[in-house]
């Protein structure tokens, strides 16, 4: 019986896979890595596949009906949005993802945006290279403390992003469909409605996935519920927001970005 088939695929050569090869082969998995151009390449080398793990780009529904053989693709990342999951549903493929990938790293960057954004870093930084410094044109500065911060789902980065956030005294808020509100509870966050985070919030955190039904998520009318001073963050995926909306508020309305 063939050995069962891992397959890396990328566009470009692949890093060193010796340590896929050295972990899998232990279980009798063959580790093959594929490089191509194109979506009929890609398909074609996939045939004898049994996992593949996506480093190409996009698996539409057009290739993933050629994989013949394959049982899951792979996206080494929090977010999934390169596969079709429908698709993928449908000719029997399970999608699965890294939910722990670089989950500190992110719910780091965001508070470094909060914490920018509360002490007016870039607005002082361009007074200073004009030549000039004057820290009462940065007033007001909110103070943090007691102040309400929105998250805008509640998986396992948000959750890091919030534990932050109350460190600084901070009250946490969070909207998702899919959590059990007990959940939140014992991490002492309010879960609520979207409409209402929004409404609320001083700082507004976006941690939502991305797909067909969450593609721009954020438009003009969330925008218009946040409160003209608020500040909001996305550290994920950008199709989630409405660019052209999001320019039109933060002119119109104040947002800080």
């Known amino acids: 019986m063939a050995k069962p088939k891992v397959v890396f695929a990328s566009r470009q050569p692949t890093d060193d896979l010796a340590d896929e090869r050295a972990a899998l082969g232990q279980i009798g998995v063959e580790v093959v890595s594929v490089v191509a151009p ?7 080398q996939l045939e004898s596949a049994d996992i593949v793990v996506n480093r190409w780009g996009q698996f539409d529904q057009a290739i993933i009906r050629q994989l013949r053989r394959c049982r899951a693709v792979l996206q080494p990342s929090t977010g999934y949005d390169p596969i079709d999951v429908d698709a993928a549903t449908e ?31 870039n607005e002082g930084h361009r007074h ?15 103070p943090l403390v007691g102040e309400n911060f929105g998250l805008l789902g509640f998986g396992n980065i948000a959750r890091e992003t919030g534990r932050r956030a109350q460190a600084f005294d901070l009250k946490v808020i969070a909207t998702d469909p899919f959590v059990n509100p007990a959940v939140a509870a014992d991490l002492n966050v309010e879960l609520t409605t979207m409409d209402d985070v929004l409404r609320r919030s001083d700082y507004v955190s976006c ?5 067909p039904r969450t593609f721009h998520v954020m438009s003009e009318a969330q925008f218009r519920l946040m409160k003209p001073a608020a500040n909001f963050v996305n ?23």
Do not use: M
């Not at 194109?38 to 074609?44: E, G, M, N």
């Open 128 to 142: 200073a290279l004009a030549g000039g410094w004057n820290p009462r044109t940065l007033l007001p500065i909110g």
């Open 207 to 211: 941690h939502i996935p991305l797909n």
């Open 235 to 257: 550290t994920a995926r950008g199709r989630l927001v409405d660019e052209v909306a999001l320019v039109g508020c933060s002119i119109g309305h104040g947002l800080g970005l």
């Open 38 to 44: 194109d979506s009929a390449s890609l398909a074609a």
């Open 91 to 121: 000719y029997g493929v399970v999608v699965i993802n890294l939910p722990i990938q670089c989950l500190e790293e992110v719910a780091n960057h965001a508070i470094a945006f909060v914490l920018a954004l509360n002490r007016k870093l």
